[in-house]
């Protein structure tokens, strides 16, 4: 699929960014673009990969329609990775994220049509599903600008996959709480039964990967991911970093905008979704978009309500087995 492709990657030099590229390397395509604003992380990365000829690097925003249809000429595919997503930034600057969750997928959706490229994969999020936040509502949003751009055009095909969170990504509480273990001796859980859905970034990427050679275009992808309680995962951390000595876990509060629990898949949703095989539920639009309904015809609905990560929890081991299998307990 990829094989002599141009493909541009936005939010390159993000923690998915790095994982996506690496895997893309491997299957031989003409050019990678990696498309982000941080110059510093552009140097990092290139040095990372050991100045590979396919990899070029660009300096943009996709704020900037410009250069986002600049970055776009001759393109292949496009692995919208680019935004703003920690909760509490986006609840005190909303205008700011809305610019880049929001306005940021619009060009894209608009550059990609203008460039006839075959396919943009868009990656959303749980906090999308049911939001209570505005990283949430922006996500929410990007999702539908994103299935809708599907009946704007019929060369360019426009897929999202939603998933939790990403072991080990940029801000990722593991980093948090190993920091809190090896330096302090004190962590800080927002609720104690708070819970949350986890995948190691190398299987969150094999999964997206799925979903760009399988869509048809106008659905979302939706992740099956293990879940599991954030004081556990943090339990496993202290009892690997620090087991000779004690460290204390305060509970904060749950923060602006955050949820006790997420869903990856809501009561509404669950009308439209089949069930796509043991790692994908797939939600069907309530919008028609030519082909796509005879394209999943004969698969079965999801017998859910919801899928929330307050279901089916692992338990202590199926975490510290998670944790290793990512690289994460040394």
């Known amino acids: 699929m990829f094989i002599d492709k141009t493909i541009l990657v936005t939010g390159g030099t993000g923690s998915w960014g790095y994982e996506l590229v690496a895997q893309l390397i491997e299957k031989n395509p003409k050019e990678i673009r990696v498309f982000s604003r941080n110059e510093t992380n552009q140097v990092l990365m290139k040095q990372r990969f050991e100045n590979n000829p396919k990899l070029t690097f660009k300096i943009g925003d996709v704020r900037d329609k410009e250069a986002v249809l600049e970055g776009c000429k001759g393109v292949d595919y496009v692995f919208h990775l680019a935004a703003l997503k920690h909760v509490p930034v986006c609840e005190f600057q909303p205008l700011e994220a809305l610019k880049t969750n929001v306005v940021g997928t ?9 460039n006839n490229v075959e396919k943009v994969i868009n990656i959303s999020t749980d906090k999308a599903a049911n939001p209570s936040n505005f990283y949430g509502f922006t996500k929410a949003m990007g999702e539908k600008l994103i299935i809708n751009a599907n009946v704007l055009t019929d060369k360019t095909k426009f897929v999202c996959v939603r998933g939790g969170n990403v072991l080990g990504t940029n801000g990722s509480v593991i980093h948090v709480f190993k920091h809190g273990i090896m330096n302090k001796g004190k962590i800080g859980i927002t ?40 004081k556990d995962l943090a339990q ?19 923060r602006p905008g955050e949820k006790l629990h997420e869903l990856l898949l809501t009561e509404f949703e669950s009308h439209n ?12 639009p309530t919008i028609p978009i030519d082909g796509l309904n005879e394209f999943y015809k004969g698969y079965p609905k999801v017998d859910l309500d919801t899928y929330s990560s307050s279901d089916n929890i692992i338990d202590y081991d199926e975490i510290k087995s998670m944790l290793k299998d990512g690289g994460f307990l040394e």
Not at 197 to 215: G, N, P, Q, R, V
Not at 238 to 252: A, C, T, W
């Open 191 to 230: 609720d104690q039964k708070m819970t949350r859905f986890f995948l190691t970034i190398k299987d969150a990427i094999k999964l997206l990967f799925k979903a760009t050679y399988e869509s048809h275009g106008g659905e979302i992808f939706v992740m099956k991911m293990p879940t599991c309680k954030i």
């Open 273 to 284: 979704t089949i069930v796509y095989d043991n790692e994908y539920f797939v939600i069907l």
């Open 236 to 254: 496993v951390l202290i009892d690997v970093y620090s087991p000779n000595k004690e460290v204390i876990v305060e509970e904060s509060g749950i």
């Open 106 to 114: 619009q060009n894209i959706i608009e550059a990609a049509i203008e």
